[in-house]
């Protein structure tokens, strides 16, 4: 008689690799009338079929903060299905349980003006972190009980910086505490206008950890009765859905490949100066579909990965050149219409064909599907941005294209609202008030023998140095930061909401050599052209802003509540608050420095 003999693994999970393979390959789907069309499969390790996930059933679901009650929000040890043939991802997670627990975390969603309280709740039970902690790194937490500390972080937000996650206020489910901790329970005011906000850890010299393991959600801010008044024709419900970007790379079991080795191992032995992906996640699904109806849309978009920048196109595709689907793009590109940024809405809708989004940033858009012709079978959302952005590598067919919008044919069309001229009034900026101006330079501190990347500074300063950036609240001043490195970093300055000033190119050889400047009037400008305003899509509030290389941005940082009057608390009490660049691997060595206000 015939004997049963058990495959070894790694044969098991090769064949059933395979079949997923051939599934994909035989698998042809009809969903609301499109036309028919093929999952593809890519060429990412392991390999995964795009578009074979709804994201609907993903979205988070949303938490109502404004009922005055505290809210418990915790990070839980977590393994989620983030693909149809990964196994279950290992992931730290927010959640109000550990069995609602998922990444994004739950949406939590207040009113302006209605104050909400959140504990934050450390309920990771390992041990060890999941990634390596690099203990070359000066500041990260060394425990003397084990555990994964954290620390969140609303992002965006007026609050005290007892309430604003300081990198040191870190906490573990041990008990052991950083040097800033105060307390769990944090305070949102919520005096700030109507926008998207989010929320993740923000761990001194760990937040690149914490993020890529999943800690991360959206904090909405709402304003029926004020701002918002005028704005009831905007999409909601169905037609309104958060799209968080992130990206990461798997091993066959699930489980996140992060790196284990330095880029410059006898400086730092688990560094690496950027995170880049192979795999495209949008809102805790890997390269999903969302099917979509004739009608106005309304997506949050939020750049939630750790480096890498996307730069955004809706393209309409047919059965002709799907499921090889790949660059370069011909179809026919939808407006976007932009109608806010991270600090709340834009003075007037914005219509663009492609949307740069870097880490952190939030782009609230409008997008179309209405006036689609039958030609247009589907749309796919594109990437272009090389990584790390804007000289990296060029995307490949893989982190070229996002997700897959499936449009129902056999449903009415819903007309579109009209989309009025002007959405709300934005102040013009006013620098006659102006006490100081900074001239700040980011740095990136180089390996001789190798000329890799081993340390970011502002100014060659490192986070525990004494501070240098402390605004007297109440007072305006504008900030000139010098990029002097070869990428772009999202500048992110905490407490407050900024505008962008502008651009302007600079000779960033002179300038090193110290053979021009941008002050002494004895030396020639460092300046090489003349300088350029932001576009209309950033002419809003802003909290997040990408500094290009060899290039000066200019902000007006106005130390006071966005609305002009004083902050509804004292910002001068401590920790006190930072700013840095939110590509977190750099924000983790040393590219962050403490922001102190006094009066």
Known sequence: MARLVPLPPRLRLALLLAAAVAACSLLLVRVSGAPLAGPSCVSAFPRLCKFVDDLRPSIPEQIDASTGKPIRIGAYQIRQKLHRDLPPTKLYAYGRSASSAHYPGPTLVTRRGVPSQVVWENHLTDRHHMFPVDYTLEDVPRLLLGGVPIVTHRHGGEQLSCSDGHPEAWFTRRGEVGRAFSSRRYSYPNHQLPTTLWYHDHTIAMTRLNVAAGLAGF??????????????????????????????????????????????????????????????????????????????????????????????????????????????????????????SDGGYLPRPVSRTSLLVAPAERHDILVDFSALRSSCADVILTNDAPAPFPAGEAVTNDTAVVMRFIVDWEGDAVPAPRIPRRLVSVPPINTSQVVLQRWIAAIEESDPATGEPIRLTFDHHAFMGPPTETPREGSEELWHVINMTPDAHPIHLHL????????????????????????????????????????????????????????????????????????????????????????????????????????
């Open 219 to 340: 904090f909405i801010l709402t304003d029926p009765k004020g701002v918002e008044r005028t704005l009831g024709w905007l999409p909601s419900g169905e037609f309104s859905v958060p799209l968080a970007l992130a990206d990461r790379r798997f091993h066959a079991n699930g489980s996140i490949d992060y790196p284990t080795v330095g880029v410059v191992r006898r400086v730092h032995a688990h560094w690496v100066p950027e995170y880049i992906g192979d795999t495209i996640l949008v809102t805790g699904k890997v390269w999903p579909y969302l099917n979509v109806r004739r009608a106005l849309y309304r997506f949050r978009v939020l750049g939630a990965a750790n480096a890498r920048f996307f730069n955004l196109r809706f393209v309409c595709t047919t059965k002709r050149n799907y499921p090889n689907f790949a660059p370069p793009f011909t179809g026919k590109k939808l407006p976007i219409i932009q109608i806010g």
């Open 496 to 599: 407050i909401q900024h505008r962008p000033v502008s651009r302007r190119p600079f000779d960033v050889a002179a300038f090193t050599g110290g053979a021009c400047s941008f002050t002494n009037a004895s030396l020639p400008s460092c300046f090489t052209g003349r300088e350029q305003r932001v576009a209309a899509y950033e002419r809003g509030w802003k909290d997040t802003t990408i500094l290009p290389p060899g290039h000066v941005l200019t902000l007006w940082t106005p130390w006071y509540s966005q609305d002009g009057t004083p902050f509804p608390f004292d910002a001068t009490l401590g920790p006190g608050y930072v700013w840095h660049c939110h590509i977190v691997e750099h924000e983790d060595n040393e590219m962050m420095r403490p922001l102190i206000l006094t009066n």
